[in-house]
């Protein structure tokens, strides 16, 4: 296996604890700050969700998600991120109305084949999460065959060794 997805293996188990723990942050957060909430983690195929591939592609999604709110004069209440085996996750608490948050979320996600690997989900005040449909926006593509994503990832169409080399090709051609 290349080297930019080495880690450690996770379990299902952990990755339904995890979702857990993300729910209840995002309850915090929301109670916290009063305002909606954008939870960024990342489409990473295969057992290994925290790797050196897996850090480079958040901090490319931080940067532009902190950039776009910026351009659109949004303030950030906080950003609280999170690093454990099952991946890296951010969580922004912005002032701006969540409809708005997840058209900059989406095109974000649609810019180019680096956010096709971003999952930016936003919720509203009351834990309610935007869609894309309510937006009339067009459901995701798969970055390998173009096809409907959720429906390559449900069947299971590609194997993680194609999607990994995909991923590493996409790496390369943005580190030049």
Do not use: W
């Amino acid at each position: 296996m290349d080297t930019l997805f080495l880690g450690i293996e996770i379990t299902l188990q952990e990755v339904l604890k995890n979702k857990e723990a993300r729910a209840a942050l995002q309850r915090e957060l929301l109670a916290q700050y009063k305002a909606p909430i954008i939870s960024f983690t990342l489409n990473m195929p295969g057992k290994v969700k925290l790797s050196q591939a897996s850090r480079f592609l958040h901090t490319i999604g931080i940067e532009r998600l902190k950039k776009a709110l910026a351009d659109a004069d949004f303030s950030i209440h906080a950003i609280q991120t999170v690093e454990n085996n099952t991946g890296l996750e951010a969580f922004f608490s912005v002032a701006a109305e969540a409809r708005l948050l997840k058209k900059i979320a989406c095109q974000i996600e649609d810019e180019d084949e680096v956010g096709r690997l971003f999952d930016m989900d936003v919720l509203d005040m009351d834990g309610v999460p935007i869609s894309r449909t309510i937006l009339k926006l067009p459901q995701r593509k798969c970055f390998i065959c173009e096809q409907v994503a959720v429906i390559c990832a449900r069947s299971r169409r590609h194997p993680s060794a194609e999607l990994l080399a995909k991923i590493k090709q996409i790496i390369m051609a943005v580190q030049g």
